[in-house]
């Protein structure tokens, strides 16, 4: 692409070794909150450029095989240092997942260590090595004005918080009300930052944790409930917290169980459910709803809708290991199950 891309996907590019609960092993595939969150806009049709940063032995041909299917990367830039952002995802049969090799025992086959390291350090989710290598991984808007200051919808993935403050607000300076940005807090910040960041949230336009990141800041104490929304209303809660500090919405992500998504002015619960499918691998299911919801907002000015969006993204991602298959995926396969997951949510509606 020659020219500036109106939606943007920011954040990582990773080395990723996935375990499902039957034992498969999908050993180093491409993945990035980043790339997942591009694909779920790409797999729309959407102009997209992915602003990331890669290490100098990142695989170059992931790199092309997304400019291949459309989306521009000629903001991914190479810095002069090995790319240690590597993560491994063990999956369980309630579809939970853990990237500590000491708690997926119970699912790792007996040769498992001669198809993937077991041996090495890797940046599991808020340790040591992944703090502190995180900031070097952060890409830094300000150095892609021209592309930014062409963008009307960016995704900000998780990312250590001064960096997403930093592009938040220049992105909103930039472009001021001709821009939305959402953002999907990581939470291993969040816990060490337990104060809720006004200067970042006042920027962000919607919202899109996990559960388990809202549960974080609803209390620690309820983060193993799993009645939380119908019993005790404390996230309820922490997303009405949230809400005041500026965002337009929040919206919970909760894998299998759909999304849940509080707005501005309303005082309830807006159910989205998943699209009906066979899942294979759910690494970047999130990423990609949040990449599907903003082309949904774009299309539509609608939140409700754009949370459809979202999950037919996130539906294509998890039936393969991976991301580059979902890049396979037309805009029309996309509609087709639009248009179905509306008559479910319409039907679901109506049972309420």
């Known amino acids: 692409m ?83 952002l590597r993560s491994r995802a063990f999956y369980f049969a309630d579809g939970s997942r853990t990237d500590r090799i000491e708690e997926a025992q119970s699912l790792l086959p007996a040769h498992a260590g001669e198809i993937i390291d077991l041996e ?12 502190r290598i995180w900031p070097s991984f952060c890409p830094d808007v300000t150095r ?16 250590p918080l001064p960096c997403s403050r930093a592009n938040a607000s220049f992105l909103k300076k930039l472009r001021g009300d001709q821009i939305v940005i959402t953002f999907d807090w990581p939470w291993w910040d969040w816990d ?14 919607y919202l899109l944790p996990s ?24 996230v309820f809660e922490a997303a009405r917290r949230l809400l005041a500090l500026g965002p337009r919405g929040v919206g919970v992500k909760m894998g299998a169980r759909g999304m849940r998504l509080l707005l ?26 949040c990449g599907g919801f903003l082309v949904g907002l774009a299309r539509t000015r609608d939140a409700i809708q754009a949370a459809l969006y979202g999950a037919v993204s996130a539906s ?27 008559e479910l949510h319409a039907r679901q509606e109506t049972d309420v």
Not at 214 to 233: N, P, V, Y
Not at 318 to 336: C, K, R
Request: aromatic fraction near 8%.
């Open 2 to 84: 020659t020219s500036g891309s109106p939606f943007l996907a920011v954040g990582n590019c990773t080395l990723d070794d996935v375990v499902t609960p039957d034992g498969q092993i999908s050993p180093r595939q491409l993945g990035g909150n980043a790339v997942y969150a591009a694909a779920g806009m790409r797999l729309w049709g959407a102009d997209v450029s992915l602003v990331s940063v890669v290490g100098l032995d990142y695989p170059t041909v992931w790199l092309e095989q997304l400019a291949a299917a459309g989306i521009d990367i000629a903001a991914v830039t190479q810095i002069q240092e090995p790319h240690l």
């Open 120 to 131: 090495s350090e890797y940046t599991d989710t808020g340790n040591p090595l992944h703090r």
């Open 144 to 159: 892609w004005a021209a592309l930014a200051s062409e963008a009307s919808y960016v995704h900000l993935a998780p990312g």
């Open 192 to 205: 060490r930052e337990a104060e809720v960041d006004f200067t970042l949230l006042k920027n962000i336009d």
């Open 211 to 234: 559960i388990e990141e809202l549960t974080i800041h609803a209390g620690a104490a309820f983060a193993d409930r799993k009645d939380t929304f119908e019993k005790d209303g404390h």
């Open 264 to 289: 501005q002015g309303a005082n309830y619960w807006i159910q989205i459910p998943t699209y009906p499918t066979e899942a294979v691998d759910p690494t970047g299911a999130g990423d990609a709803f």
């Open 316 to 342: 294509f991602i998890i039936e393969d290991f991976g991301v580059l298959h979902a890049l396979d995926v037309d805009a029309d396969q996309a509609h087709t199950r639009l248009q179905l997951l509306r």
